[in-house]
């Protein structure tokens, strides 16, 4: 039995209800965990308002002690971390460890900012007069996570949060609520104090709404499906609140006949069947120029065919379950509408069980041929092992291919033309763009995001995390001692 931490203190719902995870490999019980409503978030509030007044009081140097001692405490646990993670989640056990690791970069880079968090000073047009910009923390953070990186994402959005001075409230996603609870365990580990950080788990529906709406959490930052981020944009903007939203991707890898086609499948290979897809950076468009096409679907499909599918925490297997049957059901669904559509089925298209994995959730990677841009199955997230291959005659069009989706968060080239590579940094609308690597990759110090329905504006990691977790303070103080118009007294100013 896990329990919450709230106010500094390990509790359970007030309701005393609970709610099961389990292994997506095996189908076996991890545990049971609280199930809050309402009651329990307005119980977390309080305690963050209150914790919160001192929090920002703590010189950030001092606040950035304690996140070196997180990324410490991370890297002693690592392996039991990712070990948890794969049973949890299902990734192969290297992605787990590089989740975790993830996790502990951003805990070092996030340290660090406790001596920066810089603001800046510029001239003023007066004389005997000073300007400073400074950041302020906003106040309560309500951050709310998915399960495809159940370390790697609550790292992105508590760290910059604290460092920066606010107190956060935390909720994982209901896929893997144990280890959003093992992860909140180390900050108070590294001395946190009560109050500042709080976990707490329950329906998104209802812990989640119940944050968003709540008054006393003044920034929302939230990743996860665009439908429940539209919500919960919806839901906060009556009280105005700041609303950080990462969501769905649609990415794609552009592969010319100049590539080097080695390099290209082995980038495809891990972006499309890495996370078993899982990821939002994941691979599931292949726009491919004609001449190396026949080649490359016949050479991709059979290595997506020799993958080996199973528990995660073999060191042989490549591709491990998606996350719960409801999301094997939706995969299956699009495979059905792929092939309704005219797709040419390459390889895959079904769901599978390993010997002696009979309780899991596993899906065959599947590769559809001959996808038109305007299928579905080229226009809609997945969310799993499904590539689409459509074909382009030359870099315009499929840069134009690229682009045309209500998403833009990753996209990627191979090519060996210097030339066709820059005009694709150019004119890929995406958030984050590869030349010669997959559509995953990205590091902690960059901003990472998507334009169009990736998001709204927003970036997370690098210093464009502080963004969202800091309000801009001007300050001007006038020591010449005599009431100076700032815009009005503008002539005879010599000022010595
Ligand atoms: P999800 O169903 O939207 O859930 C994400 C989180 O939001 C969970 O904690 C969920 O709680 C909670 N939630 C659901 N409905 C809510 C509501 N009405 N109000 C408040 N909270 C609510 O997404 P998911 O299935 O976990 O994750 C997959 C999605 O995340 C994909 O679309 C993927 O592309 C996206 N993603 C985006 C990025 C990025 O950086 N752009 C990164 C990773 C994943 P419950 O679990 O209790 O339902």
């Known amino acids: 039995m896990y329990r919450n931490y709230i106010a500094g203190q390990w509790v359970d719902a007030l309701s005393g209800k609970t709610f099961p995870t389990y292994n997506p490999a095996t189908g076996a019980l991890i545990a ?18 209150e914790a919160q007044r001192r929090w920002r009081r703590v010189p950030a140097p001092r606040r950035g002690e304690i996140l070196f001692r997180v990324a410490r405490t991370l890297e002693a646990e690592k392996e039991r971390l990712a070990q948890l993670l794969t049973s949890e989640m299902g990734k192969v056990i290297a992605e787990a460890r590089g989740d975790v690791q993830e996790a502990i970069d951003m805990a070092f880079y996030m340290a660090g900012e406790g001596r920066r968090l810089l603001g800046y000073t510029a001239p003023v047009e007066l004389p005997g007069k000073f300007g400073m910009a400074l950041r302020d923390p906003v106040g309560v953070a309500a951050c709310i996570t998915p399960w495809n990186f159940p370390i790697a994402i609550p790292s992105w959005k508590t760290l910059p949060a604290l460092i920066a001075g606010n107190a956060v409230i935390f909720k994982p996603a209901s896929d893997t609520p144990v280890l959003g609870i093992e992860f909140v365990k180390i900050f108070e580990q590294a001395g946190l104090p009560p109050g500042v950080l709080s976990v707490i788990t329950g329906p998104g529906g209802v812990v989640g709404e119940a944050l968003v709406t709540h008054p006393g959490a003044q920034v929302v930052s939230f990743t996860g499906s665009t439908e429940a981020g539209r919500r919960i944009s919806e839901l906060a903007a009556p009280e105005l609140k700041k609303v950080s939203l990462e969501l769905g991707g649609k990415n794609a890898i552009i592969v010319m006949d100049d590539a080097d086609l080695d390099l290209a499948l082995n980038g495809i290979i891990w972006s499309a069947f890495g996370t078993t897809g899982q990821r939002c950076t994941a691979c599931s468009r292949l726009i491919v120029q004609r001449g190396i096409h026949g080649e490359l679907i016949e050479r991709l499909t059979a290595r ?21 049957r409801r999301a094997l059901e939706s995969i299956h669904g699009y495979v059905e509408v792929g092939i309704r559509e005219g797709a040419r089925l390459a390889t895959g298209g079904q769901i599978v069980t390993p010997p002696g994995l009979e309780g899991g959730t596993f899906y065959a990677p599947t590769i559809f041929d001959g996808v038109r841009p305007e299928m579905r199955i080229a226009q809609e997230e997945i969310f799993g092992p499904v590539v689409s291959v459509i074909e382009a005659a030359d870099l315009v069009e499929a840069i134009a291919i690229n682009n045309a989706t209500a998403y833009g968060l990753s ?3 191979f090519t060996r033309d210097v030339n066709a590579a820059f005009e694709a940094i150019r004119d890929l609308t995406t958030g984050v763009v590869y030349v010669n690597a997959g559509t995953i990759g990205a590091e902690i110090q960059f901003p990472f995001g998507g334009t169009r329905g990736t998001g709204n504006g927003h970036r997370e990691a690098g210093q464009a995390a502080l963004e969202v977790f800091t309000e801009w303070k001007s300050v001007y103080v006038d020591y010449s001692g005599r009431l100076q118009r700032a815009q009005i007294d503008t002539s005879g100013i010599v000022g010595v």
Do not use: F, M
């Open 32 to 49: 049971e965990v609280p199930s809050c409503g309402p009651e329990d978030v307005a119980r977390a509030v309080d305690a963050a308002t």
């Open 304 to 324: 997506a065919a020799a993958l080996q599918i199973g528990d995660g925490l073999l060191p042989t297997t490549d591709v491990g379950p998606v996350i719960n």
């Open 411 to 413: 996209s990627s080239i």
